[in-house]
């Protein structure tokens, strides 16, 4: 029997929410999300199935099932040629196996779909073009990230945090967390330094660091020694950047909070000389 | 359609495809490592690749292993880039006995960051250069703790940071200078 629109919509939006809920969910209810999907595939309404397909090749993916999972998102992206989200899904599958070459392909082609340029695509683009040594190019394409992002997205604003932190962007990382933080709270950036604005959030924050590990040897190395080297940094300011450009976009992106950021780090060089 | 200013970069994907061998013989690490370098990454290497220069001392005798622990300290920009052919490590040891030294680390629960033995000390003072072909097998990553700690060492020993209790040790007014003759 055909499942109503309506139900179909609620059960996928309910997969969703579990298959990209941060950390992932344990490999059982893994099983469990995916078997459901897979019996439900003959009653959901077509309109839903290339959905269903995308979702089937994220579980199959975090179970580590290389094959199965790019069949399941080629599938979506056959029945769905226009929708950028199953394009980029498969993409992220691509690098999760390390075939990363395949991944920055397709890539490319989500950059030209219809609302495939967005911060998200770049960002995960920026993520991949890392992975494979090409640092300056991960910095352009984040900082295009970070001036297309809306900032509006916590889920956005958090994997942005982790590609920063990825390419070797500690503060912007930080930042980014702060943040995504607030967005989660629905409460406004504000001016609080991003650390002060962690501490309040730890219990959150700690699930974010079992996720994925790079997000804590961020804020580490920023808790640990941003500030504690002014003249150090007044000097390394002047060496030239990996890429030359003169007002790189996150300078504008972070613009708000540069003066509270700047103070934050007085304050911790002072409390560091004393 | 792209409605942006950004521009795929088409020559990464256009550039020549190389293997791992040509990678390796081009002082390389191989591309599946590349993703992994970074501070605090836990690889194996050949002992013989790092130096030791008190075995070069008359008389003294260098224990060969098989393989040794090293752990990598060069920022992820400098690690992942094919730019640069050497990448920055410190060597650890199992076989360290006694309180660590100044100039010595001791890695905080060594078999979560991917070591198979404990205790582990990372030898900062023989932090060097090998060339990333030589990293052979990735075994973990340092916690956010061992980390910043190990970096604190590293900081103390290249003089850019001192010990806390050395920094309180001047007297709290300037003496007098002692009058000539």
């Known amino acids: ?274 | 359609m792209s409605n942006g200013g950004y521009r795929f970069p088409r020559k990464v994907l256009d550039a020549p495809k190389v293997t791992d061998a040509e990678r390796s013989a081009a002082g390389l690490a191989p591309s599946a490592f590349t993703p992994k370098l970074g501070p605090g990454a836990v690889f194996k290497i050949e002992d013989d690749d790092v130096v030791f220069p008190t075995a070069r001392i008359a008389g003294s005798t260098r224990t060969s292993h098989s393989e040794r622990w090293v752990i990598v300290v060069d920022r992820i920009e400098d690690s992942r880039n094919d730019k640069t052919k050497t990448i920055s490590i410190v060597p650890c040891s199992a076989s360290c006995r006694g309180a660590a030294a100044s100039f010595e680390y001791d890695i905080p629960d060594p078999t979560s960051c991917g070591f198979s033995k404990e205790p582990i000390r990372a030898l900062v003072h023989l932090l060097q250069p090998i060339l990333k072909s030589e990293l052979k097998g990735f075994q973990g990553q340092l916690s956010a703790t061992a980390l910043t700690g190990l970096q604190a060492v590293i900081a103390l020993k290249f003089g850019l940071s001192q010990e806390r209790d050395r920094s309180i040790c001047l007297p709290p007014v300037a003496p007098s200078p002692a009058p000539n003759g």
């Open chain 1, 1 to 274: 029997m055909k499942m109503l629109a309506a139900a179909a919509a609620t059960k996928v939006a309910e997969w969703v929410s579990e298959l990209t809920a941060v950390p992932a969910p344990s490999t059982a209810r893994l099983t469990v999300i995916l078997d459901d999907i897979t019996g439900s595939m003959k009653n959901i309404p077509v309109e839903q199935r290339a959905a269903c397909y995308d979702l089937k090749g994220i579980a199959l993916a975090l179970l580590g099932q290389e094959s199965d999972s790019l069949g399941a998102h080629l599938n979506a992206c056959r029945l769905d040629k226009n929708q950028f989200r199953f394009a980029l899904n498969m993409a992220v599958t691509y690098r999760r196996f390390g075939r990363e070459t395949e991944s920055l392909n397709l890539h490319a082609k989500v950059l030209e779909m219809d609302n495939g340029y967005n911060a998200t695509t770049l960002g995960s683009l920026a993520h991949s073009l890392a992975n494979i040594g090409e640092i300056e190019e991960a910095r352009k394409a984040l900082d295009e990230a970070f001036r297309v992002c809306t900032g509006k997205d916590p889920n956005e604003l958090r994997n942005l945090a982790l590609w920063s932190a990825n390419v070797g962007l500690n503060s912007e990382c930080v930042e980014l967390l702060a943040r995504s933080l607030r967005c989660f709270r629905n409460v406004p950036r504000g001016t609080t330094p991003a650390l002060e604005v962690l501490h309040e959030h730890m219990d959150v924050l700690a699930t974010w660091f079992v996720w994925d590990y790079r997000l804590a040897l961020a804020v580490a190395q920023v808790a640990t020694w941003q500030g504690k080297f002014p003249e150090l940094t007044a000097l390394t300011a002047d060496l030239p950047r990996v890429i030359k450009d003169p007002d790189p976009a996150w300078g504008e992106v972070f613009a708000s909070t540069r003066g509270s950021r700047s103070r934050a780090n007085a304050a911790a060089a002072e409390e560091y000389l004393e």
